[in-house]
């Protein structure tokens, strides 16, 4: 019996090193839970770690992605990663061709949790510009890999995340919804209920989409049930890998997550491209982002596809789009400098003026080096009638000091 005895030892000691070295993340200690903190900027959940010992980063935690990313070349080969080989990604305008070096096995530092035998997808060409828009450095995305074990529950409100133990969510905890969702591509899709308007009802797939910070997302190509509302207006969607998405933004009368109902949502409708395919071939409709899962406690539960919602602090504020006509950005640099990348035609801040280019000074009376850019884009969307003062450096030329002072005062006005 001994030879046996030692033969199973030896063979479950294997199965356990073995289990143990599967790709994921998992807690250092054995415990029930652990929790990290979080940078919520802008309803994005950001994540600072650090890869193979490396400086500490910020990743934007997403569930719309199944491969890590890198946004920098330059800072892989800092920290000395190791390439495999090469890939093609598509850009979010459907057209742009991104080139990606593969690195495989590393490992990521959470503090109480550790990502082992990570695999990521290294951007060829540096990409940094995500800070422009959310305010912060982002050095990276978490996709399917942090979700895939375990049960996360993200609270906004706290700017926590709770990681649990595999076996400590087998039933809906009080007070939450449960919603079920399906597993499709390693991405969390659920079926919600929109109506566009108080007599039109439709059931969507739809993506839930953590690392997007648009609301509700309607594709339209998916079907002639999807229509743009009557008042909408054109805007850039937002900044991604591959540069900008363009489309309508407009109302949508009622969202119901199985029984969680929204309403007067923001909804984005963005053109259709040659990358549209992909979103037919997937059968969704469209996709839930943080502007909607932000005024939520959300836990995903991948193993048992389940998703477990209650509402936040925040839910019952209303549904609003910038007011000012203005898309303000952050030029990363030591000294604070936001500016003006965009400005619509016939909007408050556009009929007062204001114009690309112009780079903010002060806003009401307050010096820009005491706004953060969050901050600048909740101030545009608060109040309709609200009235802004603002002085803007106009530059006259090339020269970086050659520019003059201007000011403007315009009040906000609600469009959709």
């Known amino acids: 019996m001994r030879p046996f005895s030692i033969l199973t030892l030896i063979l479950y000691f294997w199965i356990f090193v073995a289990t143990a070295q599967v790709p994921g993340f998992y807690m250092r200690e054995a415990e029930k839970k652990v929790e990290l903190p979080i940078i919520v900027s802008n309803n994005l959940v950001i994540i600072p770690l650090s890869i193979n010992s490396g ?8 569930t719309g992605v199944k491969t890590n990313i890198l946004f920098s070349k330059t800072f892989g080969n800092f920290i000395g990663l190791n390439y495999t080989r090469k890939l093609d990604l598509v ?3 459907g057209q742009t061709i991104l080139t990606a070096s593969v690195s495989p096995n590393n490992y990521i530092d959470m503090g109480p949790l550790e990502g082992i035998f990570q695999t990521l997808l290294v951007l060829d060409e540096d990409f940094m510009e995500l800070e422009q ?3 912060i450095p982002v050095y990276g995305v978490i996709g399917y890999e942090f979700f895939k074990y375990n049960t996360v529950k993200i609270d906004y409100d ?3 995340i709770t990681f649990y133990a595999n076996d ?7 007070g939450y919804k449960k919603v079920n969702i399906k597993l499709d591509n390693s991405k969390p899709y659920i079926t919600g209920k929109i109506k566009q308007s108080s007599d039109t009802e439709l059931e969507g797939k739809l993506l839930i989409d953590i690392g997007a910070n648009h609301g509700l997302l309607l594709n339209r190509e998916t079907t002639d049930e999807i229509l743009l509302p009557e008042k909408n207006i054109k805007s850039d969607l937002g900044r991604s890998l591959g540069g900008d998405l363009f489309g309508f933004v407009g109302r949508t009368f009622l969202l119901d997550i199985n029984g969680v109902k929204f309403k007067d949502v923001i909804t984005s409708f963005p053109e259709e491209t040659e990358f549209s395919y992909v979103i037919r071939e997937s059968g969704r409709q469209g996709s839930i982002g943080s502007e909607i899962l932000g005024r939520l406690t959300v836990i995903l539960d991948y193993n048992r596809e389940k998703m477990y919602i209650k509402r936040g602090d925040t839910f019952l504020i209303p549904f609003e789009f ?3 006509g203005i898309t303000p950005r952050l030029l990363p640099m030591d000294e604070k400098i936001i500016y003006v990348t965009q400005v619509r ?3 408050p801040a556009y009929e007062a003026g204001i114009r690309m280019k112009d780079e903010f000074y002060d806003i009401n009376n307050i010096p820009i080096a005491f706004w953060e850019l969050p901050d ?3 101030l545009f969307r608060s109040e309709e009638g609200r009235e802004i003062n603002v002085t803007m450096k106009r530059f006259l030329g090339e020269d970086p000091e050659n520019f003059e002072l201007k000011d403007f005062k315009f009040r906000l006005k609600r469009q959709i």
């Open 55 to 62: 400086p500490p980063v910020n990743f934007l935690l997403d």
């Open 91 to 93: 850009g979010a305008d």
């Open 133 to 135: 828009v959310i305010g």
């Open 158 to 160: 706290r700017q926590k």
């Open 168 to 174: 400590m969510m087998k039933r809906k905890p009080v």
């Open 322 to 324: 910038d007011m000012s």
């Open 345 to 347: 035609e016939g909007s």
């Open 376 to 378: 600048l884009i909740k």
